[in-house]
């Protein structure tokens, strides 16, 4: 018992590396403010590229979205970051790390915005155009409106996983929660940087998770 | 001089022929009630004339403008043609002042005060002054309805389009839309109204047209479509409506 806790409840330790977590995490938090509001973007984009009349557009969008939806984002960060050098392209792992959340995350939150924008009836498309609303501002005022708030719980769900996945940001040396953790843990030879890292995760989404979980109740009172 | 002439009009759904070649005209001012079975195309037709259909032939001018040609400017042309849906179709995530006011804002570039303006004056013709703040949720059927029929009155169209507008209404709310209606008719306004309520057409149509299978099969008075059809179809579907 004593062995447990002085290697994951040390608190001397946790005390010692606290500084360098926090650091961690406020990396891990400009990488969330970074890759977040670029996936909300390009998911928007691809969800109307995927509702697109033009088949040749939707088809190829879909296909995209299948593609980066089934690629796993850590093996995508991987051959971005250290494959592409053979190629002759070296991207930082900044670049790195926001292109291959883009490619992930965008494709996730694509699908959302997709299922979102066909739950709002035909009728409220007939109707605004019927008052000579065009297309572009049907969608602004009248649609996604109604479709953001339908599928608002599972935009917020996915982006407590788009934060949680920033973790792998670590492989390229980001310095972000896990790669500070990891690397005290290897100077200390002690598993309690680790587990004051997950306490900071927690803390960091558990009211988020809570959002989730009020959000669905309202949508199922509505 | 008619307002709408509709000529030869078709429109397909795949190897399905809904219209079959309408022949139609619309005065200024005109009260004109279209009937038939379910199927028969009646609410085809309204959607083609401001184009939430695609015609697939024939022609449809509208107050001098060609409504297939495709320089035509589909978004002025439907301000101008006013839409009422048996559904109501009313925007739930906003009030009803708002749903009013969103076209004059947006399409129209009005100030948000002038809107209003408008708005609240097109709400009080509809007997819905006390509701302007009121979202589609807080009411009843009969109400949304009149909120649908500001918000294309508010626009001050030159023609609105009815389809099935007291369809979906529980019968003692069917009423009030109605005398809308009337209030309308006697403002002069043109009307196109795909409806079955039949004292209504009786009292307040100049001309009722009776569809079936794509095709327009008669067209009078109320008084001979209703008293004295000519046809054994009209006949036929007037004598179920009334039983």
């Known amino acids: ?222 | 001089m008619p307002i709408l002439t509709i000529s030869g009009l078709r429109k397909s759904f795949g190897t399905t022929e809904v219209l079959k070649g309408i022949d139609l005209s619309v005065s200024n001012r005109e009260l004109v009630f279209i009937i038939g079975p379910s199927g028969s195309g009646k609410s085809t037709l309204l959607r083609c004339i401001n184009r939430l259909e695609e015609p697939t032939g024939g022609g449809i001018a509208f107050d001098g403008v060609e409504v297939t040609d495709r320089s035509t400017d589909l978004n002025a042309l439907r301000r101008s043609m006013g839409m009422v849906f048996q559904s109501f179709n009313l925007y739930p995530h906003m009030t009803a002042l708002a749903n009013v006011t969103l076209a004059l804002r947006k399409v129209l570039k009005k100030s948000r005060d002038e809107a209003d303006a408008i708005g609240r004056e097109a709400l009080a013709k509809v007997g819905l002054s006390d509701k302007t703040a009121s979202y589609p949720s807080e009411l009843s059927g009969g109400q949304q309805q009149r909120v649908a029929i500001a918000r294309a009155l508010a626009l001050d169209p030159k023609i609105v389009l009815f389809d099935e507008p007291t369809s979906a209404l529980d019968p003692e709310l069917v009423g009030s839309v109605l005398a809308v209606m009337r209030d309308l008719k006697a403002g002069g306004m043109t009307m196109l109204v795909v409806s079955h309520e039949l004292r209504f057409a009786r009292d307040a149509a100049d001309r009722v047209i009776f569809m079936d299978q794509g095709h327009i099969v008669e067209e009078g008075p109320p008084s001979a479509i209703f008293n004295e059809p000519r046809e054994a179809r009209t006949r036929a579907f007037v004598a179920g409506l009334l039983r």
């Open chain 1, 1 to 222: 018992m004593e062995v447990f806790l002085h290697q994951f409840l040390n608190f001397e330790i946790m005390q010692k590396v606290f500084p360098l977590l926090l650091k961690g995490l406020w990396t891990t938090l400009y990488l969330c403010v970074l890759v977040i509001p670029l996936g909300l973007a390009g998911g928007l984009l691809l969800a109307l590229l995927s509702l697109s009349r033009r088949r040749a557009v939707a088809w190829t969008t879909i296909a995209l979205v299948d593609l980066f939806r089934a690629a796993p984002p850590l093996v995508l960060l991987i051959l971005l970051y250290s494959g592409l050098p053979f190629a002759g392209i070296k991207l930082t792992p900044t670049a790195a790390v926001c292109l291959a959340f883009f490619c992930n995350t965008s494709s996730y939150y694509g699908e959302i915005y997709r299922a979102g924008i066909e739950s709002v009836g035909r009728g409220q498309w007939e109707a605004a155009r019927s008052t000579g609303l065009s297309a572009p501002q049907t969608l602004t005022y009248v649609i996604l409106p109604q479709a953001v708030r339908n599928v608002l719980p599972d935009l917020v769900s996915n982006t407590i996983e788009v934060v949680k996945l920033t973790s792998i940001a670590s492989v390229v040396s980001f310095p972000e929660l896990l790669y500070s953790a990891d690397m005290a843990r290897s100077v200390t030879l002690n598993s309690s940087p680790v587990v004051l890292a997950a306490v900071m995760y927690i803390l960091l989404l558990w009211p988020l998770v809570r959002l989730v979980s009020r959000l669905e109740r309202q949508v199922a009172a509505r």
